[in-house]
Structure formats: structure tokens, C-alpha cells
Nanobody, 122 residues
Framework: QVQLVESGGGLVQAGGSLRLSCAAS????????MGWFRQAPGKEREFVAA????????YYADSVKGRFTISRDNAKNTVFLQMNSLKPEDTAVYYC???????????????WGQGTQVTVSS
């Protein structure tokens, strides 16, 4: 069982940056693939980024590639999402998720946080 708590969301102007954090508790965090997802109003939840247990592999949605960076600190049981060059279309609730597999993927996540709101004004 893994519990996930996101933080770092807020209101930012277009072109600005935010850094999201996700603190995990529970066993074997370092063996989980971690991911970030987002859900905008009236839209389905979508994959944003994922990182392997060792941080050796990362995977991004095309819409954020080159602007967002996912990272993790296994010693602190934390995963991060650095978001640069933010656009109004990045506005959404951002969710952290854990996948009980060492295979990096955009689906098949087992545990979810409660989400943190990111709002980008134009």
C-alpha cells in the first residue's frame, strides 16, 4: 500500500514555472514506477509523465515534452514535476500515481493522490 500526497500547485502566469512534489508513504517506494497525470474541467484524465524506479527512464506526453521534467528522490520518497513555459492549456488538477511495476508505462497505475490544482493565466 502506498499513500501519495501532492503539493506545489497554484496560480501562475503564462510562461511561468511551478514545481509539483508528491510525497509517498508506505513500503518499497523505490520499486514503483511513478507518474503524473492531469485532468482539466470537462476532460478526461490524461497522462503527463512517468519515471522508472531507478530514474534511468522517463516518458512524457508530447504536449509537455521539452517543458516538463519528472524526477524522483528515493531517499526522501518523493517525486517531482518541474513545469516550465506554462501555458493556459496546462490548467488542470495534477495527480501523482504509483505503478507496482518496474515497467514504465502510461497506464496501469495502482495508487493515486488527491490532486493539486494548477491554474495558468493568460
Amino acid at each position: 500500500q502506498v499513500q501519495l500526497v501532492e503539493s506545489g500547485g497554484g496560480l501562475v502566469q503564462a510562461g511561468g514555472s511551478l514545481r509539483l512534489s508528491c510525497a509517498a508513504s508506505g513500503r518499497a517506494f523505490s520499486s514503483y514506477t511513478m507518474g503524473w497525470f492531469r485532468q482539466a474541467p470537462g476532460k478526461e484524465r490524461e497522462f503527463v509523465a512517468a519515471i522508472s524506479w531507478s530514474a534511468s527512464s522517463t516518458y512524457y506526453a508530447d504536449s509537455v515534452k521539452g517543458r516538463f521534467t519528472i524526477s524522483r528522490d528515493n531517499a526522501k520518497n518523493t517525486v517531482f514535476l518541474q513545469m516550465n513555459s506554462l501555458k493556459p492549456e496546462d490548467t488542470a488538477v495534477y495527480y501523482c500515481a504509483a505503478r507496482a511495476s518496474r515497467v514504465v508505462a502510461r497506464t496501469g497505475y495502482d495508487y493515486w493522490g488527491q490532486g493539486t490544482q494548477v491554474t495558468v493565466s493568460s
